[in-house]
């Protein structure tokens, strides 16, 4: 159900002088799961980089056991960058800090039917 243009203009009201607040907009963003999951991110990818250098290490060694691990290393980081990642795009709140927006629709990952549902009740009236 759409908001009233008055409960939109309160509502926008009060959500620039909540992005303005600095206090409030750092407290956001702690606890913000996209802050984490971006931190995450970062961290699987050095781990994927020692796992490389592992490998590389384990090759020119020819350490076959220092060579697996560090393959396993690598394979179990990129899982853990993928889960962050899906995590990551979770919250409806794009950014804090005085730029702050919101979703109006609903995203969903529609399927083949979902779409042409979709294309039928947005066509013209005068094509049936």
Do not use: C
């Not at 926008?12 to 991110?41: M, T, Y």
């Not at 795009?89 to 083949?112: N, S, Y």
Request: no cysteine; hydrophobic share 40%; aromatic share 8%.
């Amino acid at each position: 159900m759409p908001l009233s243009e008055h409960e939109q203009r309160l509502f926008d009201q009060i959500e620039r002088s909540l992005a303005e607040d600095p206090k409030f907009a750092s407290a956001v963003r702690a606890n913000d799961p996209r802050f984490h999951a971006r931190r995450r991110l970062l961290v699987a990818a050095f781990v994927i980089i020692l796992g490389l250098a592992l490998v590389v290490y384990g090759t020119v060694s020819s350490n076959t056991l220092l060579g697996v691990a560090g393959f396993v290393v690598m394979l179990g980081s990129a899982a853990f960058a993928l889960q962050s990642r899906r995590k990551g795009h979770a919250p409806d709140l794009h950014a804090v800090g005085g730029t702050a927006t919101r979703r109006t629709r609903q995203t969903r990952k529609a399927g083949f039917i979902d779409r042409l549902e979709d294309r039928w009740r947005q066509r013209p009236e005068g094509h049936r």
